[in-house]
């Protein structure tokens, strides 16, 4: 009878322990196999400082503010390009230096630190891009703002000294009319009394307008508008009209330059000019300002005494007069009618007497012609303050409603 087969004994644990190094051997060297790389990691601390990588470990070191610091971490097989030297690998001959390896814990070393950090001992430069670019900008930048300036002060002055030498080549009375130390009131007076009494040059006229500074605005008219001005510290009044009313603009501006025209209780003109804002052209009528403003609004506001209502009357009557009185000869005045007088065309001056103004709807006698420049426009005067006949009532017209305005004749018909 034939014996039974022995049954083989099961592998012992010391035999199990000897295979599986060869099983670890066998697949990794089989196509397709993986064996992960231990590596030491900087930033890895969640995982005792360590990672596990199919490329390589890399250890890298640098010196930030005079320290030396190395950096340990896992590079993944991908990163590794080019190969054979890949870029993750290279180190930089005066930054940091760096070294890959293919072992575990193989990034364990300690490197040294690249020599251009520690020569002579010197402090590693804390600029970065930001502050050099900053450095190399800030002074052409600064040289680039000088140049501007001087291109602007230079040019600045040659059109000073062009404007100055057109200036006395027009007009050599200019610099004295224009000297700092003269007021408005100064240069009016001097150049009234010492020439023809129509007021100043046209030169002049233009460089005192350019330079006021309005203020307020105080009145409102159907020619435009009047402004509170400031020139060399004195208050101007400023007439502006629209540039459809340049018309009236102009025939004002020449009654006012009428020759022997000025007159203490007629309102001082000092310039006329046109002025281009960058939106329409405004055309300028300076004159003398007046804070109590015109007499119906003077009236209207205080109560006058029978001497101060005196004065009011006679200043105005004086005024009118003037306006109406032909001065004969070589630089006579011709006779001028008002055509539009009522207490709105009158200003009331600091000292109680009255100023008349708004001459332009004014008309001049030529006595040697007896001829009488009636001004081409559409305007005519208030007619509450003119003739009877002119009318459409007798109720509208102020000679019916104040009876002292009437010829004794006529008193039982007003």
């Not at 896992?74 to 890949?86: D, F, H, Q, R, V």
């Not at 510290?233 to 025939?251: L, N, P, T, Y």
Request: aromatic letters at 8%; proline letters at 6%; glycine letters at 8%.
């Amino acid at each position: 009878m034939a014996a039974p087969p022995r049954r083989r004994p099961p592998p012992s644990a010391a035999s199990a322990a000897a295979v599986l190094p060869l099983l670890a051997l066998f697949m990794a060297g089989a196509p397709g196999g993986v064996r992960a790389l231990t590596c030491l990691c900087s930033d890895c601390k969640q995982a005792n400082s360590t990672c596990e990588t199919d490329g390589a470990c890399m250890v890298s070191v640098f010196n930030l503010d005079g320290v030396k610091h190395h950096v340990r971490t896992c590079i993944p097989e991908a990163k590794l390009i080019p190969a054979g030297k890949p870029f993750y690998c290279l180190s930089s001959e005066d930054l940091r230096n760096t070294h890959c390896c293919y072992s575990d814990f193989c990034n364990k070393i300690d490197l040294m630190v690249p020599s251009g950090h520690l020569k002579d001992n010197e402090p590693p430069s804390s600029w970065g891009p930001v502050e050099l670019v900053a450095v190399i900008a800030g002074p052409v930048f600064l040289v680039f703002v000088v140049v501007i300036i001087v291109v602007f002060v230079f040019h600045h002055h040659q059109r000073v000294y062009h404007n100055r030498q057109r200036l006395d080549m027009e007009d050599p009375s200019c610099e004295m009319c224009l000297s700092k130390d003269k007021t408005l009131q100064d240069l009016v007076y001097d150049l009234s009394t010492s020439g023809s009494g129509s007021g100043l040059p046209l030169f002049v006229q233009r460089t005192v307008a350019r330079t006021i500074v309005l203020q307020e605005i105080i009145g409102k008219g159907r020619f435009g508008e009047v402004w509170r001005g400031r020139w060399r510290g004195g208050d101007v009044a400023v007439k502006i009209f629209s540039s459809r009313e340049e018309r009236s603009w102009f025939r004002e501006a020449e009654i006012y330059q009428t020759v022997m025209l000025r007159h203490e209780n007629i309102l001082g003109f000092i310039a006329a000019d046109n002025k281009d804002n960058g939106t329409w052209t405004q055309l300028w009528l300076v004159s003398d300002y007046h804070e109590h403003g015109s007499l119906f609004d003077y009236l209207n506001r205080y109560t006058v005494t029978i001497e101060g209502m005196i004065k009011l009357a006679l200043s105005a009557a004086s005024g009118l007069a003037h306006l109406h009185m032909e001065i004969v000869g070589t630089q006579g005045k011709p006779g001028i009618a008002h055509r539009d007088l009522k207490s709105k065309n009158i200003l009331v001056k600091k000292n109680g007497t009255c100023a008349i103004a708004d001459l332009g709807l004014a008309v001049r006698h030529d006595s040697v012609t007896d001829t009488i420049d009636i001004a081409p426009n559409q305007r005519v005067g208030t007619k509450r303050y003119g003739s009877t006949v002119l009318c459409p009532e007798p109720s509208c017209c102020l000679q019916h409603q104040l009876p002292a305005l009437c010829l004794p004749f006529t008193a039982g018909s007003c």
